[in-house]
Structures are given as C-alpha cells and as structure tokens.
C-alpha cells in the first residue's frame, strides 16, 4: 500500500471484516498468492474502467463532432476497409496461384 492510500475503517458488519477474517484463516504459506490475486483483481477492474471510460469518450466524440470531422472519418474508415478489402484480395489471388 503507497503513502497515499490509507486503510478503511472496519466495522464488525462490513465486507472488509469478512475479506480479513478469510485472509486470517489462510495459511501463511499462501498468502503470497492471496496477495497476487487481489493485486490483480484490482488492476482488471481498473483497466475495465478505463476501457469503458475510452469507449465511451470514442462515442462521444464520433456523435458530437462537427460535419467536418464526421465527413472525415467517414472518408478515412472508408479508405481503411478499401485497403483491407485490397489485402484480402492479394492473399486469395496468392493461395489460388500457389495451388
């Protein structure tokens, strides 16, 4: 834990009592372990977070820009599928060459 975090109050009756009394009755030999899972747990969650926040904020974007901006990424996502469409059709050509 950093300097900045400090740790809750725990009452008899809150889900901290009962996440502290489970890490009491685990051995010491895992703890380590119990430790990673938390570690990660708390990561994915913030990188869950952060994901939804990104979606969200892309689709604010796309629906509130200007005309202009909206022309354009028409025009750019358009280009985008062309050149995938281009790669698609050099590897089926390839295949059907190398048969």
Do not use: C
Not at 10 to 18: E, F, G, K, L
Not at 41 to 69: C, G, H, L, Y
Not at 74 to 96: C, R
């Amino acid at each position: 834990m950093n300097n900045h975090q400090s740790i809750p109050e725990i009452s008899s009756t809150t889900p901290w009592n009962y996440l502290l009394l489970e890490i009491a009755q685990t051995l010491e030999e895992y703890i380590p372990e119990i430790l990673q899972i938390v570690r990660l747990f708390r990561q994915s969650v913030i990188m869950k977070q952060t994901s939804v926040n990104d979606w969200e904020n892309a689709i604010k974007e796309i629906n509130q820009s200007d005309p202009i901006k909206q022309e354009q990424r028409k025009t750019n996502i358009k280009k985008l599928f062309e050149s995938w469409n281009g790669l698609d059709n050099e590897q089926e050509q390839k295949k059907t060459s190398a048969k």
